[in-house]
């Protein structure tokens, strides 16, 4: 069975710093891992995904994400926060499914607080 | 019209109305999902049909109907809803069918917000 965990309802930086959004995975074979962010009123946008090529996964606007299977995770980080970057972020899981769809188990979601 | 729409944006209903939501995705894909957005909550899938046959029904109360009469459309009937229903509902495409699940992403509508009074 697969799950994961963010750790961190609610994540506040500073515009400029550092943004770090944890995630930690639960898969009984290789995983599939991917984030997605969602905007205010709007779906869920992917950001990256993991698809057992390299382990260091570069997405759009500038996040990027490590699979660390000794850890058992999939952090999301940005150098540089943009007030932009304030949404919901949610970390998701899969472990495929043969010969048909594609089900992802989602995280919580961390919420990305900016200021100014 | 590109990626995933859904209609309406917002419902308002009470409890004895029948409504349904729509969506349809200009992707070409194979597979659809309904997933539940509550506030502080996961998501939570509801169904997914993949060539247009159900294949993951999560155990979601009958007054909840999904019907999916082509891989481009999906509906979702509702009917003697409860309060706690009131919710973000979400429509998700993705290529399944054929596609390699190792790349099968998700592509989501912009979603329902329904009101059940």
């Known amino acids: 069975a697969q799950s994961v965990t963010q750790l961190g309802s609610h994540v506040s930086v500073s515009e400029g710093a550092l943004v770090l959004l944890r995630c930690n995975y639960s898969?009984?074979?290789?995983?599939?891992l991917f984030w997605y962010v969602q905007y205010p009123n709007q779906g869920l946008q992917l950001l990256l995904k993991?698809?057992?090529?390299?382990?260091l996964v570069k997405g759009i606007n500038g996040f990027e994400a490590e699979f660390k299977k000794s850890e058992t995770s999939f952090h999301l980080t940005k150098p540089s926060a943009h007030m932009s970057d304030a949404a919901e972020y949610f970390c998701a899981v899969s472990e495929g499914v043969s010969g048909g769809s594609y089900i992802p188990t989602f995280g919580r979601g961390t919420s990305l607080i900016v200021h100014p | 019209e590109t990626g995933v729409t859904q209609t309406p944006r917002h419902l308002v209903m009470g409890m004895t109305n029948k409504k349904s939501l729509k969506c349809e995705q200009h992707l070409g894909h194979n597979a659809m999902y309904w997933y539940k957005q509550s506030a502080k909550k996961p998501l939570e899938l509801m169904f997914v049909y993949s060539l247009e046959e159900r294949v993951e029904n999560n155990s979601v109360p009958s007054r909840f109907s999904p019907e999916c009469p082509n891989s481009s459309h999906l509906f979702l009937h509702l009917h003697t809803l409860q309060p706690e229903d009131s919710a973000l509902y979400l429509c998700?495409?993705?290529?399944?069918?054929?596609?390699?699940?190792?790349?099968?992403?998700?592509?989501f509508g912009p979603g329902t917000r329904l009101t059940v009074l």
């Open positions: 998700a495409s993705s290529q399944g069918g054929t596609g390699e699940p190792s790349t099968d992403t998700q592509y």
């Open positions: 993991y698809t057992s090529a390299a382990t």
């Open positions: 898969s009984s074979v290789p995983p599939y």
